[in-house]
């Protein structure tokens, strides 16, 4: 019998963690396999997942950019093949933020591993304040609804009933065939969702060209509040996730599109990631760092 997958996809801080979490509760169950893709080059969602206790099955990492990407399909299809020889029934992808899961089933054709997988559904995680702002100037997420058959509208406690009515109107008229839904709908029974052959033959918007920057921070001197003014001010900043040290003291830092998630911690696993425009990693690095 294939292994199912499901894909889980949307952008840098949607919510695509927390909607990881929930589907591991819902297959709770079942032997499962956990293939998660940072944009960074160091992984940081299954670091947080491990601290938390909250996996305990097959999980393997690919960082530095996009599975979809050219740049790591090679990683991407070395990580299914070993995935494939474990007793996994299911396999939770998720994606990094800049993903466009376009062609996946091509991709499983042309490694030869449709044999072994089934595509179950494709769920996009989607912000109805940030994931929205930046509709209209990355190309990315729009891509990601139309490759996707369940679109989860996250962070609803954040945003406000005309964000979310708007956020609804754009989603349908990107993909009328998504099923847009306020909470993880059960998957458990489903069969996997019939696509056309426009939808099969979709290609990766992901390419080298097109691919943000990234960097790392250990530590920095000065007030915390004072650095994350800096990094909120900066318009071509798009995610920071992960461990700082400031003041002799180590934090969990993650934007959620509006604030900032704080948690102080006893040690710090691995450094802050920032991820940023192409082209603008010098200047984002000397404005925050002014």
Do not use: W
């Not at 530095?64 to 070395?78: E, M, N, P, T, Y």
């Amino acid at each position: 019998m294939r292994k199912k997958i499901v894909t889980l996809c949307g952008f840098l801080g949607s919510g695509k963690t927390t909607l990881l979490r929930q589907l591991l509760d819902q297959y709770s169950d079942y032997k499962i396999g956990i293939l998660l893709n940072d944009f960074g080059e160091i992984p940081i969602d299954g670091t947080i997942l491990r601290e938390s206790g909250e996996i305990q099955d097959e999980v393997l990492e690919i960082g530095g950019g996009s599975i979809f990407c050219a740049c790591l399909k090679d990683s991407f299809v070395k990580a299914l093949i070993q995935m494939s020889k474990t007793e996994a029934e299911i396999v939770f992808i998720e994606a990094s933020g800049m993903a466009d899961p376009a062609g996946i089933q091509r991709l499983l054709e042309f490694a030869r591993l449709d044999t072994e997988y089934e595509p179950l559904c494709t769920i996009c995680a989607f912000d109805p304040i940030k994931s929205m702002k930046l509709s209209h100037v990355l190309e990315v997420i729009p891509r990601q609804l139309r490759a996707s058959d369940y679109v989860i509208m996250t962070k609803a406690d954040l945003s406000s009933e005309e964000q979310k009515a708007e956020a609804r109107a754009y989603i349908t008229k990107t993909n009328e065939a998504a099923v847009i839904c306020d909470s993880l709908p059960t998957l458990q029974g489903m069969t996997p969702r019939q696509h056309t052959e426009t939808f099969i033959s979709l290609s990766s918007f992901n390419t080298p060209d097109n691919k943000p920057e990234s960097f790392t921070i250990e530590s920095v001197n000065g007030s915390l509040h004072d650095f994350l003014g800096r990094v909120s001010a900066d318009e071509h900043i798009l995610r920071v996730k992960g461990y700082l040290r400031c003041d002799e003291q180590v934090f969990f830092i993650s934007d959620n599109g509006t604030d900032y998630e704080l948690k102080e911690c006893q040690s710090q696993p691995v450094p802050l990631t920032v991820i940023c425009m192409r082209g603008t990693s010098e200047l984002v690095k000397e404005r925050i760092f002014a």
